[in-house]
Structures are given as structure tokens and as C-alpha cells.
């Protein structure tokens, strides 16, 4: 069964350009150590909630955007030894400069409980 990396992360809204480049940069790394797809979404109608919502959870300032990606990959066995050689992966050293604060970036790995699609 397929598994999932799902990330959220606040974006200064002026280096969405920036964020674009880097996704590009790192997307082709993700599909050599077996990765199926990558989306990165940037934050269109993304809401102020009451008690907690996207924003809060980066902690996202009036100035940043907030993004939602993931990634899909085969199997959770794929995602820990893709991921393992991802980060030993010498091209991401050439990917130096991260539009957003790493820190405030929460991400974890879900196996999916329900798939479908409309055919």
C-alpha cells in the first residue's frame, strides 16, 4: 500500500517564487529514490480558526503564506530507505537557500486509511 509525507509550513508570501525553485529543484531528487508524485500547494483560502487552524500551527505571520505538500510513495519501506538516500543525496547540497524558517515546519508520515478516486 501506498504511503504519504505530508508537510505544512509557512512561506514569506514575497518568496513564493523562490519556494516554486526550490520545490523544482528538489522534486526530480524525490522521484530518483523512488517517490510517485510530489504536489506543493500554496495557500489560497486557508482560514482563521477559533481554537486552531494551518496558520496557527506554523505559527504564519500577515506576511507569510502558508503551503501544503506531500508526497506519495509506493510503500512506508520505500518512504524510509527514499527518504534515507534522499538526505545523503549529493544534489541537495546544491539547494542552499530555503525560502522558510525550517523550524516552524511540521511534516510527519501517514498510511492511508481511505483511497479513492472517480473514475
Known amino acids: ?4 509525507d505530508g508537510f505544512v509550513l509557512a512561506v514569506p508570501t514575497s518568496n513564493k517564487d523562490a519556494y516554486r525553485a526550490m520545490a523544482e529543484k528538489a522534486a ?3 522521484f530518483d529514490h523512488g517517490a510517485l508524485r510530489l504536489m506543493e500547494c500554496w495557500g489560497d ?5 477559533k481554537v486552531t487552524d494551518f496558520r496557527m500551527a506554523v505559527k504564519a505571520t500577515p506576511e507569510e503564506t502558508v503551503v501544503f505538500s506531500w508526497i506519495i510513495w509506493p510503500s512506508k ?6 527518504m534515507k ?5 549529493p544534489r541537495l547540497k546544491e539547494i542552499t537557500d530555503m525560502p ?3 523550524q ?4 510527519g508520515g501517514f498510511a492511508p486509511l481511505v483511497d479513492m478516486a472517480k473514475n
Open 28 to 30: 526530480p531528487i524525490f
Open 100 to 102: 522558510f524558517d525550517g
Open 104 to 107: 516552524r515546519m511540521i511534516f
Open 85 to 89: 538516500s534522499f538526505m545523503e543525496d
Open 77 to 82: 519501506e520505500v518512504r524510509d530507505a527514499g
Open 45 to 49: 483560502d486557508v482560514p482563521d480558526g
Open 1 to 4: 500500500m501506498s504511503y504519504v
